[in-house]
């Protein structure tokens, strides 16, 4: 023990004592909304303001939950929706994208170069350019009022194309000849050889998916009309906007932040070691 | 039914205009362990992928048994191949990685299991069957390697270098079994190395490629005895077969072999084949083994020898041999003698040349003027 500490150079030790300082400092947003969510409304309005919880209550999630229900559109609705189309989304990412990224790395077919090209361009735009069109496409489609709404403007994602394009390259053509050889079809060889393989790539591309549609708040405001198709992060929104001036609804808000919060953290948790190993491997950062 | 027939075979990459195989025309018949040797770059790998169906054939006919496959599909050609860094799968267990290509095939669940199981003891890894390939060691995943190869059973194995990823006492072992293997199995092989040693221990014909042109197929002594040209005569053998730049002359109806510092009249054997190749003068190569030649005495008294003086430069002892290094003025030859013999680095010695066991290659064109009989295809 003794000697381990030894080792340790001074510069290693500062270095350690500033990355858990900040560690520290990034944490504090997290013990907020949790210790928030629990707070009677009248700790939300100490001042000095206080992190902690002192009395903890779960009388905010009550409301949210029962007290809304007498609204048009009940809270577990909106979340039931969330839900819903997370998971869609996320299965169809993963899908679209591994197929994509493997054809891509692997497959000899004509118009790859240009396919690579408008891939790369459009790693490039930033969302909100790209509303307009995709408020026309989706109007164009008809499918202004429905949970596909949600769905089609991730389902061609850029970035986890080019992410899993980056990962599957890795795989030694090998061992894909080898499988061929085998006896196994394209089909095979995806399923059996790519996507295990690929497996840390796809943990990544679910995270990222589920942020990005979990807390997206586009569709619902632009294409989708009908309010019992909307999401929590909408919900969430109108609440924060409508509770400016309103003291009563600040417990809500607090509730609602940390529900809202809360599977981004389980996920990342969950797939934290995967994600690690996809960023060092694709060389993506 | 196991042999294979490549007829005039070219490969043209894309974007390239030279091509990466040029011509390779072969039979290799039912049982032959064929190996293809060569530098690197001269197109052994492309040769052997065009025979799996990993690379499209450019031009020519490839035939397995007597079925046309050039537009067949691998995995329908009745084929297997070992890949130079193992390629098992490393998400499967051993006995996964074997089973694969049965499964696939769907074999019946106990034939796979009684396949398996047959291939892991031939290959001694039974025990290993439950591990992923991350917990193995170089040869047991070569071992592995084969297994997956063998399981199968197909008309044909190819494999491309695959003893170069192990150290030198491992490759020896594992080129061992390899042949054992070979003997067992009767399955017509085509096996891809840059080392001519491999080549010389292991087939039953080689194949010598360069630029991805065929040099010379001949089965290994043949191919050491009399290669068809200096890149061939060079390629094969360690070390190396001396060089002796210099020109045949011809005075009274005799040959000489003539240097600024020698002149050797050579054996009448030579006559018929140097007779319809040279005018009166022709620069040339001479070739020699370094078993060829001597150091002693006794030489020149049992063959026709040249014999020159030079320097001893350097001594290299190989244990049952020592080669010296003798440099005799315009170059430097290598010179085999038996281990223990009294000599120093810095000795003048008096070497002899077997006459009658050079080589003569055409110095432009690198051809050989004394092994014309021999096939160069
Ligand atoms: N996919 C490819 N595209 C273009 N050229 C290639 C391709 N693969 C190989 N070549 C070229 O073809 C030639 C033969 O390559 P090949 O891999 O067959 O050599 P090799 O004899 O196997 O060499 P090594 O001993 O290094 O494996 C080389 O000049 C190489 O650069
Ligand atoms: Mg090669």
Redesign the interface.
Known sequence: MRRRMRRLSLSSVLLIAGLTGLALFMLIPIVYIFNHAFKPLDEMFLFPPRILVQEPTIVNFEKLFFATSGDVVPFTRYLFNSIIIAVITIFCVITVSSMAGYAIAKLRFGLKGLIMGLIYISLMFAAETVSIPRYLIISGLGINDTYFAHILPFLASPVAVFLMMAFIGQIPNDLIEAAKLDGASEVAIFNRIVMPLAAPAVATIAILTFQGVWGDVEASTLYVQDEALKNIAYYVQTLVSGAQNNVAGQGLMAAASLLMFLPNLIIFLVFQKRVMQTMLHSGVK | MGSLSCRHIFKYYKGEHRPAVKDFNLEVSEGEFLVLVGPSGCGKSTMLRMI?G?EPISEGDLYIGDRYVNFV???NRD???V???Y?L???LSVYENIA??LK??KVAKHEVELKVNRTAKILEISHLLDRLPSQLSGGQKQRVALG?AIV?EPQVFLMDEPLSNLDAKLRAQTRAEIMKLHSQLKTTTVYVTHDQTEAMTMGTRIVVMKDGEVQQVAPPQIMYDQPCNLFVASFIGSPQMNLIPGSVNRREGKYYFETKRVLWELPQRYGDSLKAATSNLRQVVLGIRPEHIGADREMPKKYPCGMTAGTIEMIELMGSDTFLFVNIGESTVIVRTEAGSPFAAGDQIEIAFRLDRIHLFDAEQGGSLTSQGVTSL
């Open positions: 799996a990993l599909s691998p995995k084929i297997s191949m890949f130079q860094n390629a799968y490393p998400n694969l290509g696939l095939r997956r199968r």
